[in-house]
């Protein structure tokens, strides 16, 4: 089958690990994995072996090894020569596009005509970040031809490609301090904070949401701020609020919150613009404002959405990726009724704070095995599940999201007949306790000397000891004490 676009990246010895976040990146693609294809375009190195490990159970992931006079004067174009896709993108290490992407560039392509080259940028949209134009190339269209080649435009109704994460390797462009208190509003979280700035005003702001685990960026436009304390006295600070929609992100994974300045164009002393230099934002980690606690979690499309504070600053975690919010179980909370269809355990979780109510999918491990199970928050918040297993004592624990199944501290006891008993775990019996082994006793003698040792005093035992050994004080001496 034909592939429909070639995702080229040019990886060097330091971009390895970012290349292959992207690739990894790249799995979650709506495009079906026959329709496309990546290549690794690297030059001669220890790195080839790396990526080559990165593509091995890969089948539309290639590594191409390029000799200097391979390899494009500008990082931005590809051998089209060697690419199997009917359209090529280019994309950088540290590139990310959103899930479906390469589909809507597909599509967009077959719109194209017989154009070479297509030129797409995103359509601004109220949450949407776009990121420059993205550039499509027709493999067929690097040929010399007479007219040239023939471009056109189209616009995504839709952003394709993210943003780049905040970097704040400056620390004259970092922001300190920033502080927001976070609450839920309709299922929309709402910032509201306040920033120092390092400049004297500031021409925009946004909201940025770092993935931890898949180096994912969302980015949202800060709804309202204003530079407060201008004067002389007062240092500048910017009071800011945002709303970011939870359910506009499609991965599950635990989000850091930056807010990411960008300075205002100023004059210098003579008078000149510094409107053509380039400035990098200022950027910071947002943390909690002092003495407010973190709103309580809440079911977003059937996931359950947590804000915390790391120490660093405020955490969004998605669908309970980092932590289970349940904790322990009580098992006075437990209960199991037998009815036609087997047997319901509904455990009542009274601790679970939150701030709507919904269903989210999830799963109880009886010694290991999922079942399927339900957490249902309402008033009153319990998980349900059906259970079956062997006869037996089990460990009983919980997930209700991408993490790790916690411990609920207690166990699932299964009798002969199928009864189903939630308890706490037995103690543990002491272990038995093991005696040295002793040496066998060792037979006392039974002549006439030893019987007259064993009645003398032990002091006199080595004197008693030498005269046995002499043959005529011996004889003597069983003569005196009567033994013969």
Request: charged share 25%; glycine share 8%; with cysteine.
């Amino acid at each position: 089958m034909t592939r429909r676009i070639t995702v080229w990246t040019p990886v060097a010895d330091d971009t390895v690990a970012s290349a292959t976040a992207l690739v990894h990146h790249l799995d979650a693609q709506t495009l079906p994995v026959q329709e496309w294809e990546v290549v690794l375009a690297a030059s001669p190195g220890p790195h080839v072996a790396d990526l080559e490990r990165v593509a091995a159970h890969r089948p539309n992931v290639r590594v191409l090894v390029q000799d200097a006079g391979e390899v494009p004067a500008d990082e931005g174009e590809a051998d089209h020569a060697r690419a199997e896709g009917e359209w090529v993108l280019v994309l950088a290490p540290d590139d990310r596009v959103e899930p479906a992407a390469l589909s809507r560039l597909v599509q967009l392509g077959a719109e194209a005509g017989d154009h070479d080259v297509l030129s797409v940028r995103a359509a601004t949209t109220l949450w949407g970040v776009a990121d420059g134009t993205v550039v499509l190339t027709r493999r067929e269209g690097s040929r010399a031809r007479e007219g040239g080649q023939r471009a056109a435009e189209r616009v995504a109704p839709m952003g394709l490609r993210r943003r780049v994460a905040p970097s704040p390797s400056d620390p004259a462009h970092v922001l300190s301090e920033i502080t927001a208190d976070v609450r839920w509003v309709d299922g929309v979280l709402e910032f509201l904070g306040r920033a120092p700035l390092h400049a004297a005003g500031a021409a925009g702001a946004d909201i940025v949401l770092v993935g931890r685990r898949t180096g994912v960026v969302h980015a949202h436009p800060v709804d309202t701020f204003t530079v407060s304390g201008d004067d002389e006295d007062t240092e500048p600070s910017l009071l800011w609020t945002a709303s970011v929609p939870v359910e506009a992100h499609d991965v599950d994974d635990e989000l850091e919150v930056w807010l990411e300045v960008e300075p205002s164009d100023t004059d210098d002393e003579e008078g000149a613009s510094a409107r053509g230099a380039l400035r990098p934002p200022l950027v910071g980690r947002v943390e909690a404002a002092p003495d407010r606690e973190l709103d309580a979690p809440a079911v977003v499309r059937g996931r359950l959405v947590s804000v915390r504070s790391d120490g660093e600053g405020i955490v969004v975690d998605l669908g309970a990726t980092g932590r289970s919010l349940l904790g322990r179980l009580d098992p006075r909370h437990a209960t199991v009724v037998e009815d036609a269809t087997g047997s319901l355990l509904t455990v009542e979780v009274p601790q679970l704070e939150h701030r709507s109510t919904g269903v989210v999918e999830g799963s109880l491990l009886i010694g290991g095995v999922p079942l399927p199970a339900r957490l249902v928050i309402d008033e009153f918040p319990r998980v349900e599940c059906r259970l079956t297993g062997s006869p037996g004592r089990a460990a009983l624990e919980w997930s209700f999201g991408p993490g790790p199944a916690a411990p609920t501290g207690c166990e699932v006891i299964t009798s002969p007949t199928g009864e189903f008993v939630v308890a706490t775990p037995r103690p543990e019996a002491p272990a038995a306790t093991v005696r040295a082994p002793r040496a066998p006793a060792r037979p006392q003698a039974t002549g006439p000397v030893a019987a007259l040792r064993r009645r003398l005093p032990k002091g006199v035992d080595p004197v008693v000891a030498k005269l046995s050994t002499m043959h005529s004080l011996r004889g003597a001496y069983r003569r005196a004490t009567g033994l013969r």
